[in-house]
């Protein structure tokens, strides 16, 4: 069994800042894309950021230049540094990863969700 375990969510002022981290634990082989996505109410879950195994990011347009994706592969875990952060980006934040048990094929994670609140 494979989880994504979330932590890092919060209510902070516009303008503040939010570490997010998601750790993937179990028996784990190999574990390619991790990234976050966001749900808007009412709308599809949209990329947020998302990193290669080798470190490649990528990002939406509407946090670029204020959100740093990073992981720790020695931890299986990735990290979403937030600043600058506006009420717009009040939403659940998801962790995904594309992750191989040993065996079998790479298959998509999610985790459960973390709230992030941007309100003065």
């Known amino acids: 069994q494979v989880q994504l375990v979330e932590s890092g969510g919060g209510l902070v002022q516009p303008g503040g800042s939010l570490r997010l981290s998601c750790a993937a634990s179990?028996?784990?082989?190999?574990?390619?894309?991790m990234g976050w996505y966001r749900q808007p109410p009412g709308k599809q879950r949209e990329l947020v950021a998302i990193?290669?195994?080798?470190?490649?990011?990528n990002y939406a347009e509407s946090v670029k230049g204020r959100f740093t994706i990073s992981r720790d592969n020695a931890k299986n875990t990735v990290y979403l540094q937030m600043n600058s952060l506006k009420p717009e980006d009040t939403d659940i934040y998801y962790c995904?990863?594309?992750?191989?048990?040993?065996?079998?094929?790479?298959?998509?994670?999610w985790g459960q969700g973390t709230q992030v609140t941007v309100s003065s």
């Open positions: 995904y990863a594309v992750i191989r048990r040993d065996g079998s094929s790479p298959q998509a994670y």
């Open positions: 179990g028996y784990v082989s190999s574990i390619y894309h």
């Open positions: 990193i290669s195994s080798g470190g490649s990011p």
